[in-house]
């Protein structure tokens, strides 16, 4: 069990834009299975920590460490840069993103994007690629849009398309950036449910979402963060079921 | 047919400008105009594509040639150009001895020299602005999935700011054909140099350039009917289906 | 003064011939595309066919080649005309083209029609909310023309006239083909004349590239100020 390496771990990351420090230590653990979901008012950090677990935004300090890999780093005149490029790209190759406005690539259509990265970075010969890929859409119900670009489909439709391509890389962790926030609200159910299966086939996913019914039924730990510090942090019922502190019980009361 | 050919006969012997001799001037002019286009295009197009690139590098020193490059050939006349090059090249002291000479000696080379510089000036600026236009969501999500940056260049960013670059690039062609026209001001017989010398000849304006002016036509409309044809085929994905 | 072996007054003279011509013919380039712009908007059939005539031809064919027809084809056509007025009426007329003249409404036809396609599109950009609003408030058309229509549209349209402008200014340099004694002829003559191509076309073209420099200086300035409002907006989209 203890030898068994996590699929990720991040230890104590900080991140700095200018003189303003948005992420102000943050850790972070995801055995296998777990679907950690991090919530938070806009401006708490959450997308930013998301963002620097595969590198899209440098932290300026703490440690990543991927399946047992410790990511490396070199002070340069712009500050702190990964030391090896190569490394980073197989670490992101293993953390597959699905991002907010679902930036699937327009000049391709679905099943070209979906294949794209496994046939380019995983090198993955083509066939197995297109077969693998006809699944996944097939799972998420958009086989017969295969041949479709992404400007032809749905918010929904493109964001289910979006996951299957992330889903395309065998990844270790899935990371989820707001994946509904772009939606029209009846098309969020489609996609949350796509999700929800993720889950219980035991995914392991780290979440950043509005959704709070999402995050108290799927949710194996949720993090509530505020100004860049973890307030409270734990299983969902004690999270959301009894907040502690006055700041999360605001956030949870429902707005009208 | 026959009568066709008959109508046609009689037309051509009604008139004493359009005989068989002045549309073989056209005929050659045509040759020569469309060879002058194409090549100067098809260098440039090759050129353009690095050079784009590079003028999108984070390096001062790479970047700041490249756009004075562009600045200087798209700020300037393409007739002042051709004239730099021309004379240029022609009062070169001694030039008339070498080898070099002999190829130097037609106008043509010159021209094709001068038009070819133009049109990279303007394609680089074309290509670059269709790359700086790239979603920064679609390169994100290129990063994340683990593209290395020649992978992203080459199956993301070219091949989306290609297709995005095509109506301007098609503007760019017929630019081109129409800019092509002050190749008979260094004595080439293009498709306006043939015009010139039947106004000549004949003195008929008229008749000389409205003839020119309709096969040029005809060549815009071609070349435009083309990149219709093509921006439909490539740009298909960016219609939203209603 | 540079004196460049006697040519420097000439070429600056040249440069006068230049900027005059590049000037005037802008006016009769606005004038006409704005012309065209209500002609292809109109309601009439004949206005729309004609306005879209007169552009597509114009953009079809080389300006070398529209200059030659219009300058050679010019003079010729007004003498038909004198000629037969001579003929019937007895009226002894004789119009010579200036070469001057000849050039700016030249090129003032051809950019009229490039002018027409940046203001339509221009006028057509204006959300046709803002119009109806002025209707509400009892506007009458000339007014809204002058107070909303227009300095909406100018904020669509400056792009695509500073873009003109400059196409513009370098056109003004085939003048030089037909016989006009605008900077770029002096340029090459001396060349001819001195086989020294560089010392005057090199000059030539930096004086080129300094009116498109302060041209486009001005364009900032003005898109600025009609871009009051509209400025916030934009940076977000960035």
Avoid at chain 1, 39 to 53: E, V
Avoid at chain 1, 116 to 125: I, N
Avoid at chain 1, 154 to 175: K, T
């Amino acid at each position: 069990m203890v030898d068994t390496p996590l699929p990720l771990e991040v230890r104590n990351l900080k991140k700095r834009f200018g003189s303003n420090e948005v992420l102000k230590g943050l850790s972070l653990q995801a055995h296998q299975g777990d679907v950690i979901t991090l919530i938070g008012a806009s401006g708490s950090g959450k997308s930013t920590f998301l963002r620097c677990m595969n590198l899209l935004e440098q932290p300026n300090e703490g440690e990543l460490i991927v399946h047992g890999e410790t990511i490396r780093f070199k002070e340069t005149r712009h500050g702190r840069e990964p030391a090896d490029w190569q490394q980073v790209v197989n670490m992101r190759a293993k953390l597959s993103m699905v991002f907010q406005n679902f930036n699937l690539w327009a000049h391709m259509t679905l099943l070209e994007n979906v294949i794209e990265a496994p046939v380019h970075v995983l090198k993955k010969p083509r066939k197995e690629a297109i077969e693998h890929g006809r699944a996944l859409l097939d799972r998420v119900g958009l086989l017969e849009r295969a041949d479709y670009y992404p400007m032809q489909m749905s918010g929904g439709q493109q964001q289910r398309g979006a996951i299957a391509r992330a889903l395309a890389m065998d990844p270790e962790v899935m990371l989820f950036d707001e994946p509904t926030s772009a939606l029209d609200p009846e098309l969020v159910g489609d996609v949350l449910k796509v999700m929800r299966d993720l889950a219980k086939e035991g995914r392991t996913m780290i979440v950043v979402t509005h959704e709070m019914a999402f995050a108290k039924d799927v949710s194996s730990q949720v993090m509530y963060l505020h100004q860049g510090m973890v307030e409270e942090a734990g299983p969902p019922a004690e999270v959301l079921g009894n907040p502690r502190s006055e700041r999360l019980k605001q956030f949870l009361a429902p707005k009208h | 047919m026959e009568q066709l050919s008959a109508w046609f006969t009689e037309l051509l012997a009604d008139n004493s400008i359009f005989t068989a001799r002045t549309l073989g001037y056209y005929g050659e002019g045509l040759v020569t105009t469309v060879q002058l286009v194409f090549l100067s295009l098809v260098i440039g197009l090759v050129i353009a594509v690095p050079l784009s690139i590079a003028r999108g590098s984070k390096r001062k020193w790479i970047k700041m040639p490249i756009f004075f490059y562009t600045y200087v050939f798209r700020g300037t006349p393409l007739l002042i150009q051709l004239y730099i090059i021309y004379y240029g090249v022609v009062f070169i002291e001694g030039i008339q001895d070498t080898w070099l000479w002999v190829i130097l000696e037609e106008p043509f080379y010159p021209a094709l020299i001068a038009f070819t510089l133009n049109t990279v000036a303007y394609t680089t600026e074309i290509f670059h602005g269709a790359i700086k236009a790239t979603s920064k969501g679609e390169i994100e999500a290129a990063r994340a999935y683990g593209m290395s940056k020649s992978l992203m260049m080459r199956r993301i960013i070219l091949p989306s700011a290609f297709r995005r670059a095509l109506p301007a690039y098609g503007n760019e062609v017929i630019f081109m054909l129409h800019a092509s026209a002050i190749a008979s001001v260094v004595t080439i017989m293009d498709l306006t140099g043939a015009a010139r010398l039947v106004y000549a000849r004949f003195y008929a304006p008229f008749d000389a350039f409205l003839f020119v002016a309709a096969l040029y036509l005809c060549l815009t409309f071609a070349i435009l009917y083309l990149f219709r044809y093509l921006e439909r085929r490539m740009l298909a994905h960016l219609k939203p289906q209603s | 003064m540079i004196d460049l072996q006697g040519y420097g007054p000439r070429l600056l003279e040249g440069a006068l011939v230049t900027i005059e011509l590049a000037l005037l013919s802008l006016v009769v380039a606005i004038f006409l595309g704005l012309l065209t712009a209500s002609a292809k908007m109109s309601r009439s059939w004949l206005l729309h066919k004609i306005g879209t005539l007169y552009t597509t031809v114009i953009r079809g064919v080389p300006d070398l080649v529209l200059m030659l027809l219009l300058f050679f084809g010019g003079q010729i056509g007004i003498n038909m005309v004198t000629d037969w007025l001579y003929d019937r009426f007895g009226i002894d007329i004789f119009i010579n083209i200036n070469e001057f003249v000849a050039g700016v409404i030249t090129i003032g036809l051809i950019f009229g029609a490039y002018m027409g396609e940046t203001f339509r599109g221009a006028f057509l950009a204006v959300d046709s909310g803002q119009i109806e609003a002025g209707r509400a408030y009892g506007m009458s058309e000339a007014l809204m023309f002058r107070r909303i229509r227009f300095p909406q549209m100018m904020r669509h349209a400056l792009p695509g006239l500073s873009n003109n402008w400059m196409v513009l200014l370098k056109t003004t340099a085939l003048v030089s083909i037909i016989g006009l004694t605008d900077m770029v002829r002096v340029a090459a003559e001396a060349s001819k004349a001195t086989h020294e191509p560089f010392t005057f076309l090199i000059p030539v073209a930096v004086i080129y590239l300094l009116i498109a420099s302060v041209s486009e200086w001005i364009f900032a300035r003005l898109q600025k100020r009609y871009n009051v409002g509209f400025g916030e907006a934009d940076e977000w989209n960035n």
